[in-house]
T-cell receptor, first 112, second 114 residues
Framework: GQQVMQIPQYQHVQEGEDFTTYCNSS?????IQWYKQRPGGHPVFLIQ?????EVKKQKRLTFQFGEAKKNSSLHITATQTTDVGTYFC????????????FGQGTTLQVKP | NAGVTQTPKFQVLKTGQSMTLQCAQD?????MSWYRQDPGMGLRLIHY???????DQGEVPNGYNVSRSTTEDFPLRLLLAAPSQTSVYFC?????????????FGNGTRLTVT
């Protein structure tokens, strides 16, 4: 079946260090979305990537979509304590009538 | 604009009981879905709907029923609750039915089955 794998599951960093989470699919994705969930909260949409090789930036966050549209990454430069939370990728598959399959999430802890 | 509203926020059930988790959105979104979130498992899709009268199964549909009689409402029914259904449930909606628009999530329902 369609699966989206995300690693690592947890990451602890010192404030100011960089952080990266990776998503992989065995089949080609039509698009990929990224969400952030703060502790005790609900997932909140960050960004969507659609094109092969696409790179988008939001301040200290850089999102990439692989050339084969099977993998994606989120990189945070110089983490801050406000970056704490769980980051999810969600993949859309062609012909899937709208359903998005989420990765397992990466929980980021930032030590001040 | 309330967005996506889920009720209740918390619920405790005994094994074998039934209940309905409510979800309503006021954004006129055609697409609605239910996810469950368990530690280390991410968000798993239970059921989804691309419009009133249309529903389909997601990754983990067993033990759950849904219906979509109106655009606004998408209730999730647990017929015979089991401890394995202890989880946090999120309802989410989107204006596009093709999966290329953001999902708007409700605040979640934390369900415990004893």
């Amino acid at each position: 079946g369609q699966q989206v794998m995300q690693i690592p599951q947890y990451q602890h960093v010192q404030e100011g260090e960089d952080f990266t989470t990776y998503c992989n699919s065995s089949t080609t994705l039509s698009n990929i979305q990224w969400y952030k969930q703060r502790p005790g909260g609900h997932p909140v949409f960050l960004i969507q990537l659609v094109k092969s090789g696409e790179v988008k930036k939001q301040k200290r966050l850089t999102f990439q979509f692989g050339e084969a549209k099977k993998n994606s990454s989120l990189h945070i430069t110089a983490t801050q304590t406000t970056d704490v939370g769980t980051y999810f990728c969600a993949g859309g598959f062609s012909g899937n009538t709208g359903k998005l399959i989420f990765g397992q999430g990466t929980t980021l802890q930032v030590k001040p | 604009n309330a967005g996506v509203t889920q009720t209740p926020k918390f619920q405790v059930l005994k094994t074998g009981q039934s209940m309905t988790l409510q979800c309503a959105q006021d954004m006129n979104h055609e697409y609605m879905s239910w996810y469950r979130q368990d530690p280390g498992m991410g968000l798993r899709l239970i059921h989804y709907s691309v419009g009133a009268g249309i529903t389909d199964q997601g990754e983990v549909p067993n033990g759950y029923n849904v219906s979509r009689s109106t655009t606004e409402d998408f209730p999730l029914r647990l017929l015979l609750a089991a401890p394995s259904q202890t989880s946090v449930y999120f309802c989410a909606s989107s204006y596009s039915v093709t999966g290329n628009s953001p999902l708007h999530f409700g605040n979640g329902t934390r369900l415990t089955v004893t």
